[in-house]
């Protein structure tokens, strides 16, 4: 089972996802957030991770400047998007970099079932993530699961990852409900907001795997 460790900002933070064999490891581009790293960071962290391990820039409606200054400098294998973006922002973005873009999708209820369809025709992935709620300052990373029976069974034209709210305890249960192949944590692996736990990263992957 493929597991995605994002707001990684410390070297062993890194270890131990590597450690317990996740295949993603994110850095989060997004000042507001606690996990957020500066480019110089970041670098010395994706040239830390070994080779096999897909190194996922995390960005929130960032401009092509701000895309550009940070794939000058950190060796990032795919994109992130998790903000507002357009289908068709999606599609620039895929275009201008030549790198796989997964499109993060927040779900609260069956009216946003629709968006994953239309971002499945243009993204390399999809994120199905919990929505956050409208007074949130990040638009994940809140800990917040959602209805998974919305999207038990389902599949669409891309591999998609399962995030929100998880947990080494749910895992396994929301993997179960939806059917999902990979999944996505962050906050359910920390100590504290930003500060990740190595031991609940191990417990995670083990969780997830089993």
Not at 2 to 28: D, H, M, N, R, W
Not at 51 to 63: H, I, P, Q, S
Not at 154 to 164: D, F, I, K, S, T
Not at 187 to 203: F, L, N, R, T
């Amino acid at each position: 089972m493929p597991v995605k460790i994002c707001g990684i900002t410390t070297q062993e933070s890194l270890q131990a996802v590597v450690s317990a064999g996740a295949a993603y490891v994110g850095f989060v581009f997004f000042p507001k957030s606690p996990r957020n790293v500066d480019i110089p960071t970041a670098r010395d962290l994706a040239l830390a991770a070994p080779e096999g391990v897909c190194k996922v820039a995390l960005t929130v409606n960032a401009t092509d400047a701000e895309l550009d200054a940070i794939l000058a400098e950190v060796p990032i294998d795919m994109l992130q998007l998790h903000g507002k973006e357009t289908p068709e922002r999606v599609a620039e973005v895929k275009a201008r970099y030549g790198l796989p873009v997964m499109k993060a999708v927040g779900v609260a209820d069956a009216d946003d079932l629709p968006a994953l369809n239309e971002y499945a025709r243009v993204a390399d992935q999809l994120l199905v993530d919990a929505k956050p709620p409208k007074t949130a300052d990040l638009p994940g990373g809140n800990g917040l699961s959602f209805d998974w029976s919305l999207i038990a069974g389902r599949r669409w034209a891309v591999p998609w990852m399962l995030a929100g709210g998880l947990n080494p305890e749910n895992v396994a249960l929301a993997m179960q409900k939806t059917g999902a192949r990979q999944v996505d944590v962050s906050s359910g692996v920390e100590s504290a907001p930003g500060v990740k736990d190595s031991a609940k990263i191990a417990a995670f992957c083990k969780a997830a795997s089993a």
